[in-house]
């Protein structure tokens, strides 16, 4: 049995009569622009989060960009981050003009090692950018309590990481912003791309709302039936903001997440039972939950464990590597191998096995039996 990565169209049949009535919904109200469907979907979301507000975006990417700027960082400042993440994490840093300081991260959780962002904060420190890598949450309240004391914001990456809690408390109100993903493969995913920043702060929305406009106030397009108001332009800003669409879209697939997350700590639990004592599994730090948004084992002979399961129909992914630092667009910073040894070796070692509600417990099984194979085979 063959078993592909990622399966779009098994969730789409699903859902597929409220997907296509939430599509023509807003194709046939004609209304594709400043409608109604992204302010419910933004409150929908904040509700389900447990953040105040919700600012939706056309992608994580953009998402973290606008949270930087609407926190006014850009040309001088520095921002702390990791260097095995989504290239999206760093170049929206350069996009606001500021400067990204790479740490190591911690081996159990890779994610960032709090003493070596304690180590890397200068006088041009501005923020703090952790990611919740594969969905464990980064050490959110130690590294909270160093941002306040040093006079620093935090933007927290949460692309991989929507449902995942500290203490039970979900993730999104643990930072100054949470910046979250929709693109398709994520845990609740658009039909294109989307993303979406939370906060506490109403000002702060406002101005990130704002970014995502033009700059404008979204109520000086609402303004149907009516003559519109002269243009008055007081700030600029990005066009980037979600869409109608996809609006609706995520707001028939928002009441799923919560029951896909349960199906991923089942696959995650049966992964673990059946390969512990073959390779290095993940594991969930005590008093978190994890989100499980990737599976991702690490194993020595990776890439040739990973031509077995190939041979055998099953996908498997490198989920971010090799670190960004050894990427050639990064090679102006000057790093070499050595630099980040504990991103370095994950990124040498690790490999995303198949996990999500795409997916049913033959699936994992066949995954599992693959995997054990392939290992087996080389011994
Ligand atoms: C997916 C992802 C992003 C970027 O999100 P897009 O919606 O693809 O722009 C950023 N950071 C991390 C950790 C991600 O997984």
Redesign the pocket.
């Known amino acids: 049995m063959a078993v592909p990565f990622y399966d779009h169209r098994k969730l789409y049949t699903r859902r597929k009569t409220e997907i296509d009535q939430a599509i023509f919904r807003v194709i046939e109200s004609g209304c594709l622009d400043w409608g109604d469907e992204v302010p419910a979907f933004e409150a929908e979301f904040a509700n389900w989060v447990g953040a105040a507000h919700a600012v939706t975006t056309n992608?994580?990417?953009?998402a973290?960009q606008i949270a930087l700027l609407a926190l006014g960082i850009g040309r001088g400042d520095e921002v702390i981050t990791v260097t095995n993440?989504?290239i999206?994490?760093i170049s929206a840093i350069h996009c606001t003009g500021a400067e990204s300081v790479f740490v190591d991260v911690d081996p159990a959780t890779l994610c960032m090692d709090v003493a070596a962002v304690r180590a890397a904060i200068g006088p041009r420190t501005r923020a703090i950018l952790p990611?919740d890598m594969f969905g464990q949450p980064a050490a959110l309240l130690e590294l909270g309590d160093l941002a306040r004391s040093k006079g620093l914001v935090m933007v927290e990456?949460a692309?991989?990481a929507l449902g995942a809690e500290i203490g039970g408390r979900r993730i999104g109100t643990f930072s100054d912003i949470t910046c979250f993903?929709?693109?398709p493969t994520?845990h609740l995913g658009s039909y294109g791309?989307?993303?979406a920043c939370v906060t506490a702060d109403a000002a702060l929305a406002e101005r990130m709302r704002k970014i995502t406009a033009y700059g404008q106030d979204r109520a000086r397009h609402r303004q149907i039936g009516r003559s519109p108001p002269p243009l008055h332009h007081e700030t600029e800003g990005l066009n980037a903001r979600l869409d109608e669409i996809q609006a609706a879209i995520l707001r028939v697939k928002l009441p799923d997440v919560e029951e896909s997350l349960a199906v991923r700590h089942h696959q995650a639990a049966r992964y673990a039972a059946a390969l512990a004592d073959l390779v290095e599994v993940p594991s969930e730090v005590p008093g978190t939950r994890h989100a499980w948004r990737n599976y991702v084992v690490h194993l020595e002979e990776r890439d040739r464990v990973r031509e077995g399961l190939t041979a055998r129909g099953i996908g498997s992914a490198l989920s971010y590597a090799p670190p960004q630092h050894l990427q050639p667009v990064y090679a102006h910073k000057g790093f070499s191998r050595g630099a980040f040894p504990v991103s370095e070796r994950s990124g040498d070692r690790l490999l995303g096995l198949p996990i999500g509600p795409h997916h049913d417990d033959a699936a994992i099984n066949e995954v599992a039996d693959g995997l054990c194979a392939a290992i087996r085979t080389l011994a």
């Open positions: 992608s994580g990417t953009a973290l993440t989504d999206g994490t990611v990456d692309c991989l993903s929709f693109a994520k791309s989307g993303g």
